[in-house]
């Protein structure tokens, strides 16, 4: 089992920054891939970032390539979404998720392991 805990959401103006946590704990060393989703009310599941657990392999969506950054501290078996020039429409619940293979980075179905969320709200 691997649990996550997400931390950082809050209330942001645009075009202003936000730094997500996602703490792991458990059998991480089963999960080749750390992902972050967002989901905005109505809307399907989106992938945002991900980045290999060994490697620092990054790969990320289009809708947000160049503004949000993913990075992680294996030390403190930690993974970070750095988001800046926040949008209005970047409002949603952010996840953070535990996968299997890098080769399907951005499959939710790839992704076992999920934590609870943390809200994030871009005001205009």
């Known amino acids: 089992q691997v649990q996550l805990v997400e931390s950082g959401g809050g209330l942001v103006q645009a075009g202003g920054s936000l730094r997500l946590s996602c703490a792991a704990s458990g059998r991480t060393a089963r999960s080749n891939v750390m992902g972050w989703f967002r989901q905005a009310p109505g809307k399907e599941r989106e992938f945002l970032a991900g980045?290999?657990?060994?490697?620092?392999?990054?790969y990320y969506a289009d809708s947000v390539k160049g503004r949000f950054t993913i990075s992680r501290d294996n030390a403190k078996n930690t993974v970070y979404l750095q988001m800046n020039s926040l949008k209005p429409e970047d409002t949603a619940v952010y996840y953070c998720?535990?996968?299997?293979?890098?080769?399907?980075?951005?499959?939710?179905?790839?992704?076992?392991?999920w934590g609870q969320g943390t809200q994030v709200t871009v005001s205009s």
């Open positions: 998720a535990a996968g299997r293979v890098w080769h399907n980075v951005a499959v939710g179905s790839n992704y076992d392991y």
């Open positions: 980045i290999s657990w060994t490697g620092g392999s990054t």
